[in-house]
């Protein structure tokens, strides 16, 4: 097997499984709609030592159709580079939540991500994020940890290459119960399909869809989000 057809394979075993996840996920109980707004200022910068670099992401998101603030993240980590297509990270997010008709609460995450980026295929380029997260709540003791799997490809549009179009999905599974209210196995899976563009070389506009289906105890919840992310290089 050639290393193209390997990633063309793996395409689509991640989409069947995708698939799969959602069904099981909406057929498994009441799915409850909701719509809202994420927007995400991301900046990034070399560190001084060598292929060491810092991330930071600033990450209001509203739910009700935006009304309302949801969650506010705060996403600092630092990245190793080996070579231009992999990249070792460690990072921390604190996160302040305010769920409808419940008390605010913070949540802190530790969290450990490989990345890799793929030759590209057919003009496709194909990234891979795997994300291991240590979770806990204030006022409560466990720490729950749970896999994230993201797969990504992107296509630049013909005769403007500094504009692509972008197609990601991400799986989300807990490890284990928590005290909190994290069930063990599948948590939710978030689906993006928007457009990313190169505003220069230090600047990049990403803005789309997101399908969100959270795997709640009580219900399912479907978030259609309008998503947006904006970053700078420095």
């Known amino acids: 097997m050639t290393k193209r057809t390997s990633i063309i394979a793996l395409a689509l075993r991640i989409l ?42 600033i990450n209001p998101r509203w739910r009700n159709e935006g009304e309302h603030l949801d969650n506010l993240y705060l996403r600092p980590a630092v990245f190793y580079k080996p070579d231009s297509k992999t990249s070792l990270w460690l990072g921390h997010d604190t996160i302040a939540s305010h769920p409808d008709g419940k008390s605010s609460y913070q949540e802190n995450r530790w969290w ?9 295929v057919q003009s496709i380029t ?4 795997s994300r291991l997260e240590e979770r806990t709540r204030e006022g409560f003791q466990d720490t729950g940890h ?8 992107s296509k630049a549009v013909t005769n403007y290459p500094a504009l692509s179009y972008v197609m990601s999905d991400e799986l989300f599974v807990n490890v284990e119960q928590t005290d909190w209210g994290a069930h063990g196995g599948l948590d939710q899976n978030r689906l993006f399909v928007g457009i990313n563009w190169k505003v220069n070389k230090r600047c990049t506009l990403e803005t789309g869809y997101l399908n969100q289906i959270v795997n709640k105890t009580t219900h399912n919840l479907e ?9 700078f290089k420095f």
Do not use: C
Not at 22 to 28: N, R, T, V
Not at 43 to 50: F, I, N, R, S
Not at 113 to 118: D, E, H, M, N
């Open 16 to 57: 069947i499984l995708t698939s799969v996840s959602l069904i099981s996920i909406k057929a498994d109980a009441g799915l409850k709609e909701d719509s809202g707004y994420w927007f995400n200022l991301r900046m990034q910068g070399e560190l001084p030592v060598q292929n060491f670099y810092w991330d930071m992401d």
């Open 112 to 120: 450990q991500q490989f990345q890799y980026q793929f030759d590209p």
């Open 126 to 129: 194909f990234t891979n994020r």
């Open 146 to 153: 749970r896999l994230r799997q993201m797969f990504k490809a």
């Open 223 to 231: 978030n259609h989000v309008i998503s947006t992310t904006v970053g």
